[in-house]
């Protein structure tokens, strides 16, 4: 595969997984999905609370374990085919829920459930994601890359928008949900497919793994401490995670 297909398949991909994700969107699909079931302000503030969790803690061990094989692409395959089936089996909740008559309290449970499976999945896929997305296009044309992404997502996440408003008017509740996120559902099953049809680069050079998963921890507590620009690039993303969280909560 040429650079320039690589170039579009990974351009194509986030582009169908930005829109995908728009249709569940933690700070307004989700969180008014769940108010919606449970009448919690607590569990529907908790929705972003549970999806940046699962998105980061996952990473620790993915990073460890995908530096120690020659492959990336079968851990990607997990989490994002993964996350895929947890979105589709939450659809069909909803749905079927409805049809048979669950109560509002099943259904909520059952949602912040498949939720959680849904965080840890997503965050499987953050490191071998980025590793296959270094090596696939080069740096002088990554940032080309990521704003064909943002600006062609953007545009699908609007349209997605306007689909789900009508939807959520239309439907009768919770069955109106499910058809979003069956509409995210198919989007993030297509980003998948665009992903993994692309392969993976050949490592131009072994990783150096280390030896154990505490050693691995150790590295990146060295790192911490000694580069001052990872250092602030951290504590700039605490800051900001606090502010989310704090704004949802409100």
């Known amino acids: 595969m040429t650079p320039r297909r690589r170039f579009w398949h990974v351009a194509g991909a986030g582009t169908a997984f930005q829109a995908g994700s728009a249709a569940v969107d933690s700070g307004t699909v989700m969180s008014a999905l769940v108010f919606q079931l449970t009448g919690s302000t607590i569990a529907a503030g908790a929705v972003s609370t549970i999806l940046r969790l699962g998105w980061l803690l996952p990473q620790l061990f993915v ?21 895929t089936a947890a979105i ?25 459930g498949l939720w959680v499976l849904y965080a840890f999945l997503s965050g499987i896929v953050g490191v071998p994601y980025n590793d296959i997305v270094a090596r696939s296009v080069s740096s002088e044309r990554r940032s080309r890359m990521l704003s064909v992404r943002f600006f062609g997502g953007g545009l699908v996440a609007l349209l997605i928008a306007v689909v789900a408003d009508r939807l959520l008017r239309t439907l009768d509740f919770p069955i109106s949900y499910a058809a979003v996120l069956g509409i995210a559902a198919l989007l993030m099953l297509l980003s998948s497919l665009i992903f993994t049809a692309m392969g993976e680069p050949e490592q131009k050079a072994p990783s150096k793994a280390a030896t154990s998963f505490m050693a691995y921890l150790r590295e990146g507590v060295m790192t911490f401490r000694d580069d001052p620009v990872f250092r602030r690039f951290v504590f700039a993303q605490w800051c900001g995670g606090a502010v989310l969280i704090a704004a949802l909560w409100c």
């Open 63 to 83: 990073g460890y374990l995908a530096g120690r094989g020659a492959s990336s692409m079968p851990f990607y395959i997990v989490g994002a085919f993964g996350r």
């Open 88 to 112: 589709a089996l939450l659809a069909i909740v909803l749905w079927t829920g409805a049809v048979a008559g669950w109560s509002d309290a099943a259904l909520g449970a059952a949602t912040l």
